[in-house]
């Protein structure tokens, strides 16, 4: 009885984290609050130190400022790969930043608190090396205990979808590093695929395709804004323009020069190819009652690369199958926009 009442006691005054420790954003949740925290995973370090700037805190918003601008002694560097941990020290800082920005919310509740109890999503695709190695990091960052969720069942839950149902119920999880596309029935995946495609991809075909068809240099930010401006899966009522300044690859001065969104169209059309092919090969791979499941309940798209304009209309003439973004993620995506406009 009375170890039930420590433990009940230990957890009343511990934290529950949820981190989305994504290749282009992090987001922090926090236990009967919600998403306290909504940065982009990069980090700001001295080349010749490894040391994060600002006294630590050079990290999220503070270092995606110095993106593309930074001297050539500052590295900016996203510690995330491909949904995995790239570099391990810089994405133990990063963590542990992020837990103490979780933790100072919590804080405002309760006068002092334990170490948090922290859950991880994680790609379904990683290996147990490097689950091990989300769980090091997470405890050498301070976490109390570490438990690791598969993005999708973490998006579905997110999104609302019955998981617990024995029917069928299809989630694409498009992230910057991969795309997770899972049917979930009775709690658990009954089939799924992770690709490593996502929205980083997207701004980098959009990169190359300004340097091969313009010879001009342009960096990941102006790319997501290209991305986000007149980027698109399926063509416009009226198709749009944009004018973009970069680097002349000829003269190396400064150039600016008007792009369509017909282009950038053609330039993401493989990646949009790669996304459709996984959800036809995971319900390839769905057993036909749960399939049927699937045609009846439509297919959910979360993530920031589900933002993509048209992505869910062609998703349904390319399936035949109802698609919708997840209630909740272009709110949520939209206030990101917002708060970095508001902070540039």
Not at 311 to 328: F, K, N, Q, V, Y
Request: aromatic content about 4%; overall charge neutral.
């Amino acid at each position: 009885m009375s170890a039930n009442i420590f433990t009940d006691s230990f957890n009343y005054f511990s934290d529950d984290i949820g981190i989305d420790l994504g290749t282009a954003n992090t987001l922090v949740s926090l236990r009967g609050e919600g998403v306290v925290v909504f940065e982009p995973s990069i980090v700001a370090i001295k080349r010749s130190t490894r040391e994060i700037l600002l006294n630590g805190e050079a990290v999220g918003d503070k270092a995606k400022v110095m993106e593309d601008k930074a001297p050539s002694s500052i590295a900016v560097i996203r510690p995330m790969k491909d949904g995995v941990i790239a570099d391990f020290d810089i994405t133990q800082a990063m963590l542990s930043y992020f837990i103490r920005k979780g933790k100072r919310h919590a804080s405002r509740r309760r006068f002092f608190s334990f170490k948090p109890r922290v859950l991880i999503a994680v790609p379904t695709g990683v290996t147990p090396v490097e689950k091990r190695v989300f769980i090091d990091a997470a405890e050498r960052a301070g976490a109390r205990e570490v438990f690791l969720m598969s993005e999708p069942m973490a998006a579905a839950i997110g999104a609302g979808l019955p998981t617990g149902s024995p029917r069928g119920n299809m989630i694409v999880d498009i992230g910057g590093g991969t795309t997770e596309v899972a049917v979930i029935s009775l709690a658990d995946m009954a089939s799924q695929k992770s690709i490593r495609v996502g929205g980083d991809e997207m701004d980098h075909a959009i990169i190359q395709h300004i340097r091969t068809h313009h010879k001009i240099a342009i960096g990941n930010p102006t790319a997501e804004s290209i991305k986000k401006e007149i980027g698109s899966a399926e063509g416009f009522k009226e198709e749009k323009k944009m004018e973009i300044s970069g680097m002349n690859l000829s003269t190396s001065l400064p150039a600016r020069i008007t792009i369509t969104s017909e282009e950038i169209r053609m330039a993401l059309r493989p990646i949009v190819d790669d996304i459709i092919r996984a959800i036809k090969q995971t319900l390839e791979n769905t057993r036909p009652e749960l399939a049927g499941d699937v045609l009846k309940n439509g297919i959910v798209l979360a993530g920031g690369g589900c933002l993509l304009n048209g992505l869910d209309s062609i998703i349904t003439r390319e399936t035949g199958i109802p698609c919708e973004r997840a209630e909740g993620t272009v709110d949520l995506c939209r206030a990101r926009h917002f708060q970095g406009a508001r902070e540039h």
